[in-house]
């Protein structure tokens, strides 16, 4: 793309920052708390767009004056001071146009929500129970890491350890637009410890990394919820075994996509605090529906825009751990590295800035930018 198209892209951005600037301090605004955090959203993405716009027309106009003054200046120094000028400017530019460029594609609405991971073991009985264990310590730590909270919501064990299905809510800063990545399945190939002739056997757990819903994201009618209260199961002290701290609530509601008027059951054993438990089984609630009536639109990109990255099909193979060569490999983009111990510690963020890096080219690809 030319300087003079990319510029004319850049025509109306910083009006628009300016104009939006003006609408989130609006009272009125303020009390539209849709619009207020859409307002506040598209404020952060053309804060960093404005920015970049103005370096870029600065260096532009750096390189102007340093080829004017060459061309018209006869002073050994004010030559050199132009020189030095002009290749700095010149050898910026490029990655500031890229930069600029993947700031002008627009930014999914959902990467900024925190998300709701599900691990469930898959094909593969115990072994793959105890790989959903070995996933979720692996999120776990990654979370850690970034500073994440992580909260779990419902679990169900595994006969030999590690989880048939585990559920937990991530919260940060810009945490789907991180994990969605991870939905999809991912194969381990490793001797199980129940195995007694050391053979290689292979299992299977799927993730789906879901967006978190808002208040404000769905629409529920409370009063409609049949709440039932029941003692949780299993270790916790006398506390959680007497009290009815558990809490599973059932919702009738109408898929708009289908016509079908379907009941949602959840339960949410998690704190043996109960207001906490319905608060956190409310928050699954809203992400389910917000996840369905959503299944349309993320249709539609698919089929617009399939990309080796995010399909969002989450029965599609994206990862194969291969413990006895320690080697993981990402099928999307053919990305294999051999410290598997590491990956499995939580240190994953390599892959996901290379699974980052193939989705903006494929975007890039498709706006001609």
């Not at 979370?143 to 779990?152: D, H, L, Q, R, Y």
């Not at 879901?210 to 529920?220: G, H, Q, S, Y």
């Not at 609530?249 to 054993?269: A, D, H, K, Q, S």
């Not at 240190?347 to 193939?358: G, S």
Request: aromatic fraction near 8%; glycine fraction near 6%.
């Amino acid at each position: 793309m030319s300087q003079n198209s990319l510029l004319t892209r850049l025509d109306g951005i910083e009006a628009r920052f300016a104009e939006v600037s003006t609408l989130i301090t609006d009272p009125e605004v303020i009390n539209d708390m849709k619009r207020y955090v859409r307002l506040t959203k598209e404020y952060k993405d053309l804060e960093r767009l404005t920015n970049a716009t103005r370096h870029y027309r600065g260096l532009l106009a750096n390189i102007d004056e340093a080829k004017e003054i060459l061309e018209n200046e006869n002073d050994a120094d004010m030559r050199a001071m132009a020189r030095e000028q002009l290749d700095e400017s010149t050898e910026a530019l490029p990655a500031l146009e890229e930069e600029i460029k993947l700031l002008l594609i627009p930014a999914d609405p959902e990467d900024a929500k925190n998300a709701i991971v599900e691990i469930r073991g898959g094909t593969g009985g115990d072994e793959a129970a105890l790989f959903a264990g070995d996933l979720f310590k692996m999120y776990s730590k990654y979370c850690e890491s970034k500073g994440w909270t992580v909260a779990i919501t419902s679990f169900n064990e595994g006969t030999a350890g590690g989880f048939k299905e585990i559920v937990f809510a991530v919260s940060g800063d810009n945490v789907y637009g991180t994990l969605k990545y991870e939905s999809g399945v991912h194969r381990v190939q490793r001797v199980p410890a129940t195995e007694t002739q050391g053979r290689v056997h292979t299992s299977a757990a799927t993730v789906a990394v879901l967006p978190e819903a808002e208040e404000f994201d769905v629409e529920i009618n409370e009063g409609e919820i049949k709440w039932d209260t029941f003692r949780s199961g299993g270790a916790g002290g006398q506390n959680v075994n007497k009290v009815e701290s558990g809490v599973r609530l059932r919702y009738m509601w109408r898929n708009p996509n289908t016509g079908v008027t379907e009941e949602i059951l959840i339960e949410c054993t998690e704190t043996r605090d109960q207001p906490k438990n319905k608060e956190r089984a409310l928050s699954r609630l809203r992400t389910f529906i917000y996840d369905k009536e959503h299944q349309k639109y993320l249709d539609d990109i698919a089929s617009r825009r399939k990309t080796m990255v995010s399909t969002g099909d989450r029965s599609a193979k994206i990862r194969t751990y291969n413990y006895p060569q320690g080697r993981i490999t990402d099928h999307r983009i053919n990305y294999t590295i051999y410290n598997l111990s590491a990956f499995m510690d939580g240190e994953i963020q390599d892959c996901i800035d290379h699974l980052i890096i193939a989705e903006n080219a494929e975007k890039l690809k498709e706006s001609e930018l």
